[in-house]
């Protein structure tokens, strides 16, 4: 066992954090914490490295109960977004810091310090400043300071939220190929969901406080438990429709399609929620297609994004470039959609309050 989460719960005064929340990371995963601004994230990280109390549930790291222990005693590494690094102090000094308050050696201080220096690819700047490095020089400091005392876990939070997009991303594959080395336990925190998949074992989505779903990054984008899953992770296309007689009626498109063999639909208001890349364009009717205009074409580098209209519903596709080529898309032109997967939700509150929800998150549409 590397990290238990049990039943953690907290509040701020009338303000719920963290509600019930429990998973697991076993030991040596790279787990994230995903979820919007605001839904208890870093309180989480926070709760595990002993930076805030719970009001209740346990944590457990390594198999022992370390709720009331204080956060020394947890033996913890914690890197923060904004690097906190001491300023008056050099690369050496930054990395040595724990070891000395611990009172270790001098000679197993420096050996320990080469051994991180080296380990994060900063050989030449040991005497270099905080504001003479980069943003991403500055982090893998910061990310070796925390691992100066070997930690039996690390925590991240947010740990590349303060970096430029390319930057960003060339330090979170370098943590990927970095903790595959190292073989610690490890959760951080991020809201990038590219980042989340791109470099985690799992993923932990975090909703309000409270988990919506835990599994790999393909289990949560290809078989979401929620609507706010599948609208939360990757682009999403949203469809009001209703299901009747084994069939589904698309609202505002005044289309239907048969249900696949699998759904067992209750009739009613039912929300599809269809992602670009399992939408299938052609240019002549096939069972179950669905006739569209595409209305504007984008260019994307490694792809092209379409949009396609039919009355008051707009999609948006998502084509290789092969295929693009190969069919010539153009705008104006008659083409007929198909789905080759989707996913289907009942709408008991109706149609317009589960889009008003999934608006209040900010990621639809």
């Keep these: 066992m590397g990290i238990l989460v049990s039943h953690i719960s907290k509040k701020f005064g009338n303000f719920i954090a963290v509600d019930g929340v429990s998973f697991e990371v076993k030991q040596g995963e790279l787990v994230a914490l995903l979820g919007p601004s605001g839904s208890g994230k870093s309180t989480i990280l926070r709760i595990i490295a002993g930076l805030e109390t719970p009001d209740s549930g346990e944590i457990y790291l390594t198999g022992k109960d370390v709720t009331s222990l204080t956060t020394q005693k947890r033996r913890v590494g914690f890197v923060f977004q904004h690097y906190a690094l001491f300023k008056h102090m050099n690369v050496q000094k930054n990395i040595s810091f724990g070891l000395e308050i611990q009172k270790q050696k001098k000679e197993h201080i420096r050996a320990r310090v080469a051994e991180l220096i080296n380990l994060v690819k900063l050989n030449g700047y040991e005497k270099h400043y905080p504001d003479q490095l980069s943003g991403g020089q500055r982090q893998r400091v910061a990310l070796a300071r925390a691992l100066a005392t070997e930690p039996r876990v690390l925590l991240l939070d947010e740990p590349f939220g303060a970096l430029d997009a390319k930057v960003r991303n060339n330090l979170a594959q370098w943590l990927r190929e970095f903790h595959n080395s190292y073989n610690i336990t490890s959760v951080f ?4 969901q590219n980042e989340a998949i791109e470099i985690s074992d799992k993923i932990v989505l975090i909703n309000r406080g409270r988990v919506e779903q835990y599994g790999s990054a393909r289990e949560v984008y290809e078989y979401p438990q929620s609507k706010f899953v599948a609208s939360f992770i990757g682009q999403v296309n949203v469809l009001d429709g209703v299901a009747r007689e084994n069939s589904l009626f698309i609202k505002g498109a005044d289309t239907t399609i048969k249900p696949r063999d ?3 639909l209750n009739t009613g208001d039912v929300v599809l929620l269809v992602r670009p890349e ?15 205009t595409i209305k504007t074409i984008h260019y994307r580098g490694s792809h092209y994004e379409i949009d396609c209209a039919a009355g008051d519903v707009t999609l ?3 084509e290789n470039k092969n295929n693009f080529v190969e069919q010539g898309w153009h705008s104006g032109q008659k083409v007929f959609v198909s789905f080759k997967d989707y996913r289907i939700f009942n709408a008991e509150e109706g ?3 589960v889009r008003e929800k999934l608006k209040e998150l900010g990621y639809i549409e």
Excluded: G
């Design 189 to 192: 925190v991020t809201h990038d």
């Design 262 to 264: 699998r759904e067992k």
């Design 278 to 292: 399992d939408i299938e364009l052609a240019t002549a009717p096939a069972s179950d297609s669905m006739p569209f």
């Design 316 to 318: 948006e596709v998502v």
């Design 351 to 353: 149609h317009e309050k």
